[in-house]
């Protein structure tokens, strides 16, 4: 069986300053791993996804995560925020098709100036 | 390409009434998921498609919801009756999914239903 955790509802911090949002994962074999950003009343874009080529993944506006099966973690960070990152983001864990998915309850990214 | 594209953006009704939502996919992809999204309840699976069949239902709450995908390039989900706690946001994603997975889903901005 698969789940995902994300282990804040809600994270703050001042812009410029280093983002880190927690994922740990639960699978009985090799996950597929994503990060999605939800902006308010947007649909969810695809940040990064984890495909086992490389543990640490580089995604878009500057995101990264660094997958590490020993803690079953996959924390997605920032060295610096922007005001306009201000918006929940969801781990998400699939199976090997990569058709069902298990969605985080999200984690909301305040962002202050 | 135009991306996922889901109809009404936002509908309002009664409760009782038939609610049917649409999607239609990116070209070229063979998978279609609809997902609800809530306060409550945060993001949830309902139905996915492969090749416009239906892959796994698990998440469809009652018989009141029903999905259907007659073509490549369209997908509805209806609710007949409609109910007060349907109330929430519904997402329309595809991917082109292979065999050898990991293929991220493209999501529709979504249809915001609320029923009265």
């Known amino acids: 069986a698969q789940s995902v955790t994300q282990l804040d509802s809600h994270v703050s911090v001042s812009e410029g300053t280093p983002v880190l949002l927690r994922c740990n994962y639960s699978?009985?074999?090799?996950?597929?791993l994503f990060w999605y950003v939800q902006h308010p009343n947007k649909g969810l874009q695809l940040l990064l996804k984890?495909?086992?080529?490389?543990?640490l993944v580089k995604g878009i506006n500057g995101f990264e995560a660094e997958f590490k099966k020993s803690e079953t973690s996959f924390h997605l960070t920032k060295p610096s925020a922007h005001m306009s990152d201000a918006a929940e983001y969801f781990c998400?864990?699939?199976?090997?098709?990569?058709?069902?998915?298990?969605f985080g309850a999200g984690t909301r990214l305040f962002v202050k100036a | 390409d135009a991306g996922v594209i889901q109809s009404p953006r936002h509908e309002v009704t009664e409760m009782g009434q038939e609610v049917t939502l649409r999607c239609k996919p990116i070209?070229?992809?063979?998978?279609l998921f609809w997902y609800r999204q809530t306060m409550m309840r945060g993001l949830e699976l309902l139905i996915y498609?492969?090749?416009?069949?239906?892959?796994?239902d698990s998440g469809m709450p009652e018989d009141r919801f029903s999905a259907k995908m007659p073509n490549a390039s369209f997908s509805t989900l209806k609710i007949q009756p409609s109910e007060p706690r349907d109330s929430a946001v519904y997402f329309c994603a595809s991917s082109s999914a292979r065999t050898s997975g990991y293929n991220e889903q493209f999501f529709g901005p979504g249809t915001r239903l609320t029923v009265l």
């Open positions: 498609f492969n090749n416009n069949v239906p892959i796994d």
């Open positions: 998400v864990v699939s199976d090997l098709g990569g058709f069902k998915t298990i």
């Open positions: 984890y495909t086992s080529a490389a543990t």
């Open positions: 070209s070229g992809h063979n998978s």
């Open positions: 699978s009985s074999y090799s996950p597929s």
